[in-house]
């Protein structure tokens, strides 16, 4: 396989599951990249990973928690999510941090719906 | 601050027909630019960027679009639109200096019409 890989394509879980997504990327990038996309609203940065570390996490709530344990996986794990959480959930990648000349890298995205 | 304005968010147009969408950004450091495309039920993928040079780009599939620092414009442009670019469009800045940050605009829906 190549690009960014991400499963499942489609979710549906209760507001009291726990679940995960995942994203693998074959490009030997070094940064990842989860994204939020909600209808009707901007993409949203939701957390980056350079070189395994995180980098950044922009005010995302505790059920949702990022794990990166090497430089070709990214995980979203999910609890107790919210009816507002559904949305398509977008993993990318890029050879370095984004900024600069960098581009991304997106997988299909993973789209989750909360009932 | 750093931001991008997508003025459309919904572009219809008929098949055949020229389309502009519209970017405009704002910074006080260079920027980098780029277009990124989503088709239905996919993710984002780059149509087009610009680093340095020529203020003009191009991409594969007939796009164009033209770097204007003085009205700090990326406006993307194509002559001749086909039902295939149906799509959501989205414009991207980043900035010189080692500063870590992508920002994306609104985004615009491009419905081809036949």
């Known amino acids: 396989e190549t690009g960014v890989t991400q499963t499942p394509r489609h979710l549906v879980m209760g507001m009291t599951n726990k679940k995960s997504l995942k994203c693998e990327q074959h490009l030997g990038h070094n940064a990842m990249y989860w994204y939020k996309q909600s209808a009707k609203k901007p993409l949203e940065l939701m957390f980056v990973y350079s070189l395994e570390e995180r980098v950044e996490n922009n005010s995302v709530p505790s059920r949702f928690s990022p794990e990166c344990p090497n430089s070709s996986h990214l995980f979203l794990h999910l609890h107790t999510l919210q009816p507002e959480d559904s949305a398509l959930y977008l993993c990318a990648s890029s050879q370095d941090r984004a900024g600069g000349a960098n581009v991304l890298t997106f997988g299909a995205g993973s789209r989750l719906t909360v009932l | ?114």
């Open chain 2, 1 to 114: 601050a750093q931001s991008v304005t997508q003025l459309d968010s919904q572009v219809p147009v008929f098949e055949e027909a020229p389309v502009e969408l519209r970017c405009n950004y704002s910074s006080s450091v260079s920027v980098y630019l780029f277009w990124y495309v989503q088709y239905p039920n996919q993710g984002l993928q780059l149509l087009l960027k610009y680093l340095s040079g020529s203020t003009l780009v191009e991409s594969i599939n007939g796009f164009e679009a033209e770097f204007n620092k003085s009205q700090t414009s990326f406006h993307l442009r194509k002559p001749s639109v086909h039902i295939s670019d149906t799509a959501e469009y989205f414009c991207a800045v980043s900035f010189s200096g080692g500063y870590n940050k992508l920002i994306f605009g609104a985004g615009t829906r491009l419905a081809v019409h036949p």
